[in-house]
């Protein structure tokens, strides 16, 4: 069974550019929340989607959006990027509503310069 | 809101040897849950073990166990006969009841394991 799959791996972005950040789940997942981990805030949640709809937000300005397609795949996108938007940018899939265990991707590591 | 406090920012053991890692987190519910995980060089998050807060005992993976005290909100790790590969970040995490699956992270306590 594959895991959670996140592309690219690796980015290197301009101040002011517009980035986005995919994130397959593990088949059969419906659920996928995205992380921020900095050395300064740790890990931060950003927000979570389930069947195509946010369920939760965490507390990041309106330059961070997500969405979900009915594959359960997941886009990240942030908007007039900041030097301090450079981090590692983590997915986590779960299976469904309740307890379940959250299955992490390797991230994708943003640096803004 | 609900914060996980991780006390320890780094730790050291020997080989073979028996740690304990500390984590307190501060919440009004009553059910709730609660993780420990591991996130080694390589930057994946992986799920060490977890303990549901309305079951009495302690949880136990092989040489991972937790000291869950509900009433004192704290919930420790312990890893036993420590191995190199047991070296990496270690995160406790907090989920609520009507949370979905956010997760709330401690700051992390780095260990590191002596041959």
């Known amino acids: 069974k594959a895991g959670v799959t996140q592309t690219p791996r690796y980015l290197i972005k301009t101040r002011g550019q517009q980035v986005t950040l995919s994130c397959s789940p593990i088949?059969?997942?419906?659920?996928v929340s995205w992380y921020q981990q900095t050395p300064g805030q740790g890990l931060q949640f950003l927000f979570e989607?389930?069947?195509?709809?946010?369920?939760n937000k965490g507390n990041f300005p309106g330059r961070f959006s997500g969405r979900q397609f009915s594959n359960s795949r997941s886009e990240m996108n942030v908007s007039t990027l900041e030097l301090g938007d450079s981090a590692l940018y983590l997915c986590?899939?779960?299976?469904?509503?309740?307890?379940?265990?959250?299955?992490f991707g390797q991230g994708t590591r943003l640096t803004v310069v | 809101a609900q914060t996980v406090t991780q006390s320890q920012p780094e730790m050291s053991v020997q080989e073979a040897e028996t740690v304990t890692l500390s984590c307190t987190y501060d919440t009004s519910e009553s059910d709730y849950y609660l993780f420990w995980y591991k996130q080694p060089p390589s930057r994946q998050m992986i799920l060490v073990i977890r303990q549901e807060a309305y079951k009495q005992q302690n949880a136990t993976e092989n040489r991972f166990s937790v000291n869950f005290q509900k009433a004192a909100k704290s919930f420790s790790l312990k890893i036993s006969d420590s191995q190199l590969g047991d070296a990496a970040m270690y995160f406790c995490?907090?989920?609520?009841?009507?949370?979905?699956?956010?997760?709330?992270f401690g700051g992390g306590t780095r260990l590191m394991v002596k041959p």
């Open positions: 986590a899939s779960s299976a469904g509503v309740r307890l379940t265990e959250a299955f």
């Open positions: 989607y389930f069947s195509e709809t946010q369920r």
């Open positions: 995490a907090y989920r609520g009841p009507n949370a979905g699956n956010m997760l709330t």
């Open positions: 088949s059969g997942h419906r659920s």
